[in-house]
């Protein structure tokens, strides 16, 4: 059973341009939690999924920030018209819909923005 | 607002020692808490998770334990080695599936 993948694991952006992040959930995970690590400072959640719902989204920045999770694929994580702000390290976690509700996390997508 | 706090923020110690890491939460209606650990530039590992009605939860060499109604949770590492050097987040959340607030973190130095 893989772990949850995320992708890319790099990603270089210069202002203006978009950021699409990609994660892949655990096999039979069926809820996804967004979270960021900007630089010194610690974990911050953004958004919590399940398929075709956005259950939270209170931790997400109202512009130019959006998430999904399509019935097929991967949840996308869209950054518009990034700024130097968005520079930091975005992690993407997945729990099973039962049992004791454990997250599992990827590696990560460290976005820079130039 | 749930705050999670973690002492110390560095900690540096000889191969060998036993360690307590502190985890302390403001809010005490959690559900569960999770202890990670994250090597630089890497994602986060899960290491232990202790639901609300535990007390405590032992993998190997780690032994995490729960005081909901104090607000606090220890981690315990024995006979620590230079591969346990990493960051150790403590995380709680209030209700079933709901995301996870973490602390800031102890970033432990085991020295060979």
């Known amino acids: 059973n893989a772990g949850v993948m995320q992708n890319p694991r790099h990603l270089v952006r210069r202002r203006g341009q978009e950021a699409r992040l990609r994660c892949s959930p655990m096999?039979?995970?069926?809820?996804v939690y967004w979270y960021r690590q900007l630089p010194e400072e610690g974990l911050k959640f953004m958004v919590y999924?399940?398929?075709?719902?956005?259950?939270?989204e209170s931790g997400m920045p109202k512009e130019r920030f959006s998430a999904e999770f399509p019935k097929e694929g991967p949840s996308i994580l869209r950054i518009q018209q990034v700024v130097r702000g968005d520079s930091a390290a975005y992690f993407c976690?997945?729990?099973?819909?039962?049992?004791?509700?454990?997250?599992?996390f990827g590696p990560g997508t460290r976005l820079t923005v130039l | 607002k749930q705050e999670v706090t973690q002492i110390p923020a560095a900690l540096s110690v000889p191969e060998g020692e036993n360690l307590v890491l502190n985890c302390s939460f403001t809010?005490?209606?959690?559900?569960?808490l999770q202890w990670f650990r994250q090597d630089p530039g890497k994602g986060l590992t899960s290491l232990l998770l202790?639901?609300?009605?535990?007390r405590e939860q032992t993998s190997g060499r780690l032994n995490a334990s729960l005081d909901k109604s104090s607000g606090r949770s220890t981690l315990y590492i024995a006979a620590s080695q230079p591969g346990d050097s990493a960051t150790y987040l403590c995380?709680?959340?209030?209700?079933?599936?709901?995301?996870?607030?973490f602390g800031p973190g102890t970033r432990l130095s085991v020295l060979p």
């Open positions: 096999k039979g995970h069926s809820h």
């Open positions: 976690a997945s729990s099973p819909l039962s049992g004791r509700n454990e997250q599992f």
């Open positions: 809010d005490s209606a959690i559900y569960n």
């Open positions: 999924l399940q398929k075709e719902n956005i259950i939270d």
């Open positions: 202790i639901q609300s009605s535990q």
């Open positions: 995380a709680v959340n209030r209700h079933y599936g709901q995301n996870f607030v």
